[in-house]
């Protein structure tokens, strides 16, 4: 089992940048795939961007693609989200997710194919 805690959410204006951290508890962290999704008020929650359990495949939203990167610090059993020229439609709270899975498994990029989640931090973009 794995908990996850995100942190560095925030309010910021359009075209600002941002980096939202997720802490995991687990010591076998480098076997889980790790997600980030993003709920906004009203809508359903979406996928943003997963990364492979050693960093080597990650995989984007249209949305997120050429402003977003995730990635991941095994060593410290950190997954990141840096996010570039945001927008007010970024305006969310944003939750990290993890699967624990054998290398070179499907990632999945749907809610349902994660087990833990974090309680998620809030990303405010102001226009």
């Known amino acids: 089992q794995v908990q996850l805690v995100e942190s560095g959410g925030g309010l910021v204006q359009a075209g600002d940048s941002l980096r939202v951290s997720c802490a995991a508890s687990?010591?076998?962290?480098?076997?889980?795939?790790m997600g980030w999704f993003r709920q906004a008020p009203g809508k359903e929650r979406e996928f943003v961007a997963a990364?492979?359990?050693?960093?080597?495949?990650?995989y984007y939203a249209d949305s997120a693609k050429g402003r977003f990167t995730i990635s991941r610090d095994n060593a410290k059993n950190t997954v990141y989200l840096q996010m570039d020229s945001l927008k007010p439609a970024d305006t969310a709270t944003y939750y990290c997710?993890?699967?624990?899975?054998?290398?070179?498994?499907?990632?999945?990029?749907?809610?349902?194919?994660?087990?833990?989640w974090g309680q998620g931090t809030q990303v405010t973009v102001s226009s």
């Open positions: 997710a993890a699967r624990w899975d054998v290398l070179g498994g499907t990632i999945p990029l749907a809610s349902g194919g994660y087990k833990y």
């Open positions: 687990s010591r076998t962290f480098s076997t889980y795939v």
């Open positions: 990364i492979s359990q050693r960093g080597g495949s990650t």
